[in-house]
């Protein structure tokens, strides 16, 4: 199993310029994340996916839109980026139940210029 | 402000010493768990405690959880230089729905080999 992957690992992009970022897990999981790491800072929520088809807003979902069609993959759709967004952008699975262990994908290096 | 927040921020042993961290937290919860993040890389889950308990040993790894004091800590023995990272503790907080993991800002250990 490769567990979550994530897609790309490094993007720099220009204000206003619009990306999406991939997150795919193979362990069938139903529930999935995104978190922002700024520096010095721990893991901040900005989406997650309860189900196939289900999102929902986190702490931080402000200039952020997700989707999850199918169940393994889980996209964060950046649509006009700002400087205030250059980040590390983590992915997570989670099996289900009431709260258990994540697991986490290696991480997306975003700047935006 | 962040539901969980470590203590220090930062430490610095020699290998061999035991490392203590200490996490506190506002809002009852479900479980608390400790991860660990190596430089550049995504967070690793280690151990994980439920309410209902006090302490939980795995390996060189020891975590005590004090609910009245909404307080634990996480102890390495014997520490290594491959135990240099960041630490992060994870509470889920009993009125997010079980779904949702909410994580500190970090401790950051250096163990000096």
């Known amino acids: 199993n490769a567990g979550v992957t994530q897609t790309p690992k490094f993007r720099v992009l220009k204000t206003g310029q619009s990306m999406t970022l991939l997150c795919a897990q193979d362990?069938?999981?139903?529930?999935m994340y995104w978190y922002r790491q700024d520096p010095g800072m721990g893991l901040r929520l900005i989406h997650y996916?309860?189900?196939?088809?289900?999102?929902a807003k986190g702490e931080v979902p402000d200039g952020y839109n997700v989707s999850r069609l199918k169940k393994q993959n889980f996209l964060l759709g950046l649509e006009s980026a700002a400087p205030s967004q250059t980040s590390v952008y983590f992915c997570?699975?989670?099996?289900?139940?009431?709260?258990?262990?994540?697991?986490f994908g290696p991480g997306t290096r975003l700047t935006v210029l | 402000s962040q539901q969980g927040e470590e203590d220090p921020q930062a430490l610095s042993i020699q290998e061999g010493e035991n490392a203590t961290m200490n996490c506190s937290y506002k809002?009852?919860?479900?479980?608390l768990q400790w991860y660990r993040q190596n430089s550049g890389r995504g967070l690793v889950h280690l151990i994980l405690?439920?309410?209902?308990?006090r302490e939980k040993h795995s390996g060189r790894l020891r975590v005590t959880l004090d609910t009245s004091k909404k307080s634990s800590s996480l102890l390495i023995t014997a520490s290594r230089a491959a135990d240099t990272a960041s630490y992060f503790c994870?509470?889920?907080?009993?009125?997010?729905?079980?779904?949702?993991?909410?994580f500190g800002a970090g401790t950051r250990l250096f163990v000096k080999a």
């Open positions: 809002t009852s919860i479900n479980n």
């Open positions: 996916s309860v189900g196939e088809g289900t999102t």
């Open positions: 994870a509470t889920a907080p009993l009125n997010t729905g079980g779904f949702k993991t909410i």
């Open positions: 997570a699975s989670m099996p289900g139940g009431f709260t258990d262990t994540q697991y």
């Open positions: 362990m069938n999981h139903e529930y």
């Open positions: 405690i439920r309410s209902n308990e």
